[in-house]
Each structure stands twice: as C-alpha cells, then as structure tokens.
C-alpha cells in the first residue's frame, strides 16, 4: 500500500515571513525517495486552536503525520500537547531524555533552567527519537491508523533527524523495501525529458518514474518497492540502463547533489588540476568547486577577470581581440582559458564571459549569451550558449554549464553535445 503524508510547520515566525520553511523542503525531498507522496504542506501559527483543526483535517487525509516546530522550552511551544491530546496520548516526563538535556548544557557550560524539562515530557508509549544535533527529542508514534512523527524546527537539527531517526522509523513501519535513485540531467530541459519519457512513465508501476525541474536541470527519480531491498534494487538496474542509453552523456550522475560533485572526482582519478578565468560568473564556478572538502587537492584558482582590462593584464588576452571583437565573444573566451591555464599553471582551464543582464552591453549582446571555453593539454573548445531568465538565472546556468564542460572532457563525452539552451 502507498503511504501518504502530510507536512504540518509549527510557528508564527514562518507566516510572518521571518523565516523560510526549508523544513518542508527537505522533508518532501526525503518523503519521495521513499516511496512516500506527499499531498498537503500547512503552515500554522503558535496558536493551539487553529493547529488542532489543522491536525483534525490532516488526519483524515494522511496516514504519515509530520510536524516541524514547537517542541521548544518557552510557552509557545505548544505541539506536544496539542498532538498528544488530539490523538488521546498523555504527557509523561521521559527521564532518560531528562538526563540528556541536562548533560547537553553541562557540555556547553551553561546553565540550565527548569522550564528546559518541559522538553523532556513526551506522549505516553511513544518512540522516543533521540536528539544528537540539540536539547528537544523527537516523537513517533502510531494511533487510530496515522504514523505521528514530531521534529524540531532549527533546518539543522531537522535534517538530520529525518535521515538518522525518521526515515529508518518509518522505513521499518512500512511492508517490504523501498529504494530509489535519481539520476542527473544537464542540457536537457524538463519538458524535452518528459515528451521523450512518457510514454513509458504512464505505463511504469513499480518501479515508478518522476521528473523534477531544478535549476537548468532535471531530475529523474526512480523508486522501486519490493520484499527486500535487493530485490527492489534489482528493479531499478534495468530502468537505469534504459534512461542512460535513452539520455546518452546528458546523464552526469546517479545519486549526487551537484556537478562539481562529479567533477571533483574525476580530476583526482586523472590526477589533473583544473584553474578558471570567470568574468559574469564572478567567482561562482570557483565557490562551488571549493565548497566541497578536498578541493585544494586538484584546484588552482580563479582569475575573476570582470573589468575587460583585467582579461588583458592578468589573462594576457591580446588587447587587439578585446577591441575587435569585444569581451563577449568566442577569440576572447579562448583565449581567457589559455590565459588562466599558463597564469594558473592547471591542466585544464575553464573560462566564462557573458551578458548576465539587465541590459545587453555596450555591442549590443544580449542578456543571457554566454561563451564558455575548456583550455586542455589537447586543445582548446568554446562553445556559445544562450539562456533566458533573471541574472541569477543566467549566472547559475554559465556556472553549470562550465562545470560540465570540464565534466564531459574529464569522462570521455561529445564535449559537442553541451546545450545551448540547458532548460526551460
């Protein structure tokens, strides 16, 4: 049987607009891959009210309850005994998370008042979900036919329950395994994805298909249920090897969050150094290369050469190509890679220039055109692309669309099929 769940957040704070509800987010992302649809997300203030109607309402619709916030010390937090009285659970003090409160503020020398075992007052026969990641525990139990599951809001401590206390409850509630994998699209947009695959999507039962639009990207998950995990993996593999062979080198990965993700390994593996020259990406190729740990094992640098002098000074790109065929051109993003590659001193060198708007520059290029160029021991590609879509849009895209320029060159792909439109 599918479970369905539904997503209640706890807190004035979100209907104010203080803060956003990336709670939901996540738990959505996490319900999915397994198995679980996720029809409803209510957001309710500290109102105990107005979160027993909403509570009365999800109940009849979801067999997976899950609240995020107001497990708290401070009178607002009222979700325990809301939840606990709607589903006839009376609050009991659970000592052994009594204790680990107490032991938390010894570890961070500070002192600990009584309105903190509050936190420790948990619904009668509950399973207990042990918080490592702050003070308030988190709850789940099952009555009248709903899963109730009670997390703390902070995304921090969220996140990290969902994967090492939810997701194996809930795992363990259900019959049989549920496994999923997602594979990674560049250069491909989602409704281009979605006319190829439809057929077989609306014919697919177990394992099922879904496609998720990112930014310039696409997301294809699938999810199998079967007996046993194995058994449910081995559903999934010949799926695969069909969207793979259907999608050819669009596919950049299975189960990773990122290009640089890929790229990274694959420059260790080859033992390669990678450098940047970017211009309208201002450092982001550069950012996100070294946001992930072990960076300074493959990568140079970047030159973010924005001012069109710089190009010249620092890239040594020949003053006689900026002034006949501007910054934003195919010469100058060629030699911009070449540049980075001899001042970085890299194997390879990816370089960006382009309009990222509001206005078209002063040659009259449009918004969204963007030359991209891989400097490699082999020689040296540009390839113009174009997108449409706010700066940040059009920055995000150049970003990607070097990263995986560096990616099809790194795996051996047609560096030819890179897109000039990665999506919608």
Not at 199 to 207: E, F, G, K, L, T
Not at 397 to 405: F, I, K, N, R, V
Request: aromatic share 4%; glycine share 10%; net charge negative.
């Amino acid at each position: 049987m599918s479970h369905t769940a539904e997503l209640i957040a706890v807190g004035t704070e979100l209907l104010l607009g203080n803060i956003a509800n990336t709670d939901a987010q996540m738990l959505s992302q996490g319900l999915s891959a397994l198995g679980i649809n996720v029809y409803y997300h209510t957001v309710v203030g500290d109102n105990p009210q107005r979160l027993r109607a909403a509570v009365e309402i999800a109940r009849r619709r979801a067999d997976i309850l899950i609240t995020t916030g107001g497990l708290g010390p401070t009178c607002d937090d009222l979700t325990k005994n809301v939840l606990a009285e709607c589903f006839g659970r009376p609050l009991v003090r659970h000592e052994a998370s009594a204790r680990r409160i107490e032991a938390y503020f010894r570890s961070i020398g500070r002192p600990m008042t009584e309105n903190n075992y509050q936190q420790a007052m948990l619904p009668e026969g509950c399973t207990v979900l042990d918080n490592d990641w702050g003070t308030a525990p988190g709850v789940a139990f099952e009555a009248d036919g709903v899963h109730v599951v009670m997390l703390p809001g902070p995304p921090r401590e969220c996140r990290a329950m969902f994967q090492y206390r939810v997701a194996p409850y809930l795992r363990a509630c259900s019959d049989g395994a549920i496994c999923s994998r997602t594979l990674r699209i560049f250069g491909m947009g989602e409704s281009l994805v979605e006319s190829m695959l439809r057929s077989q999507m609306n014919a697919m039962q177990n394992p099922t298909l879904a496609p998720y639009a990112k930014e310039g990207e696409v997301e294809l998950r699938i999810t199998a249920k079967a007996g046993h995990e194995q058994e449910a993996r081995a559903l999934i593999t010949p799926v695969e090897a069909r969207l793979r062979a259907q999608l050819g080198s669009a596919v950049y990965g299975a189960d990773v969050t990122s290009l640089e993700e890929v790229v990274l390994p694959l420059l260790k593996e080859r033992g390669l150094t990678l450098g940047c020259a970017e211009s309208c990406t201002g450092g982001l190729i550069a950012k996100r290369i070294t946001d992930l740990p072990g960076a300074s094992a493959v990568f140079r640098g970047s030159v973010v050469s924005y001012a069109t002098p710089v190009k010249h000074t620092v890239l040594g790109v020949p003053q006689a190509l900026l002034e006949e065929y501007g910054a934003v051109s195919e010469p100058v993003a060629r030699a911009m890679a070449e540049g980075a590659r001899r001042t970085l001193g890299c194997d390879l060198a990816v370089a960006v220039t382009g309009v990222a708007g509001p206005d078209p520059d002063e040659r009259g290029n449009p918004v969204g055109l963007v030359y991209l160029a891989l400097a490699a021991p082999d020689g040296t590609t540009v390839k113009r692309t174009r997108s449409g879509g706010v700066r940040e849009r059009i920055r995000t895209l150049a970003a990607s669309g070097a990263l995986d320029l560096v990616r099809r060159w790194l795996s051996g792909a047609p560096l030819e099929e890179t897109g000039t439109e990665p999506s919608e």
